[in-house]
């Protein structure tokens, strides 16, 4: 029997990206000013920055709905499909909660599994699991491919405004003040649970990039194959630094993307961050 995925966009695949891949994506909710829009659908990155810098009240997002998540699992099970949905991290998210109560009308059909990431990471792991699921893998195959924990995954990244993060309450309050400090430029990790936390901290957000890549060197260890994403908020020339500064550092040669984040993320870390995530293959 076939195995489908079911993803929120968190993982930064668009939904044309999604159906090539024979992937479903559930679009995260970015709410701006009085409008309600579906990730990668109904806004593109470009107008969501524009957008950034005229409306009053920042964008904010919201988790698909039950609802949401429970059409798209009929769709696949109506078609004699079994079911991995993965979402965005529940320390960071209600996706997961609204995914696993829309699951319940379908027992052993559809498995939720949480990603304990988001973004780039997050797409490193589910094309691991597509992979298995094309290849005629069983369900109990592709939710391990995708696990964040078999794959050593890894998520770093220097963001020069940590108020993005802050007013959403992801980042925790002391965090928040120091990085609003003058002066302190805050390196960030997705914690092994999927929250977000310290680093390392600098003088400068230049620092901060070469902190990022000291630190997924250190947290790579000995690892011989890896494929790693550097993803960025609108800020391309970073990115390319990061990817200068990350080949001089590596101890054996990788596979390295880069990737501009999706409307979601950038609503929640706010234009200029820049990150460096892998996977152990």
């Given at each position: 029997?076939?195995?489908?995925?079911?993803?929120?966009?968190?993982?930064?695949?668009?939904p044309?990206?999604?159906?090539?891949?024979?992937?479903?994506?559930?679009?995260?909710?970015?709410?701006?000013?009085?409008?309600?829009?579906?990730?990668?659908?109904?806004?593109?990155?470009?107008a969501l920055?524009?957008?950034?810098?005229?409306?009053?009240?920042?964008?904010?997002?919201?988790?698909?709905?039950?609802?949401?998540?429970?059409?798209?699992?009929?769709?696949?099970?109506?078609?004699?499909?079994?079911?991995?949905?993965?979402?965005?991290?529940?320390?960071?998210?209600?996706?997961?909660?609204?995914?696993?109560?829309?699951?319940?009308?379908?027992?052993?059909?559809?498995?939720?599994?949480d990603?304990?990431?988001?973004?780039?990471?997050?797409?490193?792991?589910?094309?691991?699991?597509?992979?298995?699921?094309?290849?005629?893998?069983?369900?109990?195959?592709?939710?391990?491919?995708?696990?964040?924990?078999?794959?050593?995954?890894?998520?770093?990244?220097?963001?020069?405004?940590?108020?993005?993060?802050?007013?959403?309450g992801?980042?925790?309050?002391?965090?928040?003040?120091?990085?609003?400090?003058?002066?302190?430029?805050?390196?960030?990790?997705?914690?092994?649970?999927?929250?977000?936390?310290?680093a390392?901290?600098?003088?400068?957000?230049?620092?901060?990039?070469?902190?990022?890549?000291?630190?997924?060197?250190?947290?790579?260890?000995?690892?011989?194959?890896?494929?790693?994403?550097?993803?960025?908020?609108?800020?391309?020339?970073?990115?390319?630094?990061?990817?200068?500064?990350?080949?001089?550092?590596?101890?054996?040669?990788?596979?390295?993307?880069?990737?501009?984040?999706?409307?979601?993320?950038?609503?929640?870390?706010?234009?200029?961050?820049?990150?460096?995530?892998?996977?152990?293959?």
């Amino acid at each position: 029997m076939a195995v489908s995925l079911v993803l929120d966009s968190t993982a930064d695949i668009t939904p044309d990206d999604g159906r090539a891949l024979g992937v479903e994506i559930v679009p995260i909710i970015v709410v701006v000013g009085e409008q309600r829009l579906r990730d990668g659908i109904d806004i593109e990155r470009a107008a969501l920055y524009r957008r950034m810098e005229t409306v009053k009240d920042p964008p904010t997002t919201e988790p698909p709905t039950v609802k949401s998540f429970a059409d798209a699992f009929k769709r696949q099970v109506d078609l004699g499909n079994d079911v991995v949905a993965m979402t965005v991290a529940a320390a960071l998210s209600g996706s997961y909660a609204n995914a696993v109560e829309a699951a319940k009308p379908f027992g052993s059909k559809v498995r939720v599994v949480d990603s304990k990431s988001a973004s780039a990471l997050f797409r490193l792991q589910a094309m691991e699991a597509i992979a298995v699921a094309r290849a005629g893998g069983d369900a109990d195959a592709v939710a391990l491919a995708g696990d964040r924990k078999r794959l050593h995954g890894q998520a770093f990244f220097a963001i020069p405004d940590v108020s993005f993060l802050g007013r959403t309450g992801r980042l925790a309050r002391p965090l928040v003040a120091l990085g609003g400090m003058m002066g302190v430029s805050l390196v960030l990790r997705v914690a092994d649970d999927g929250s977000i936390g310290l680093a390392g901290q600098s003088r400068s957000f230049e620092r901060s990039q070469e902190i990022t890549v000291d630190q997924v060197v250190r947290a790579l260890g000995d690892e011989k194959r890896v494929k790693i994403t550097i993803a960025h908020a609108n800020a391309p020339a970073s990115a390319a630094t990061l990817e200068a500064l990350l080949r001089t550092r590596l101890r054996e040669p990788a596979e390295i993307a880069t990737a501009e984040v999706g409307t979601v993320i950038a609503v929640n870390i706010g234009p200029g961050a820049v990150g460096i995530c892998a996977i152990a293959t």
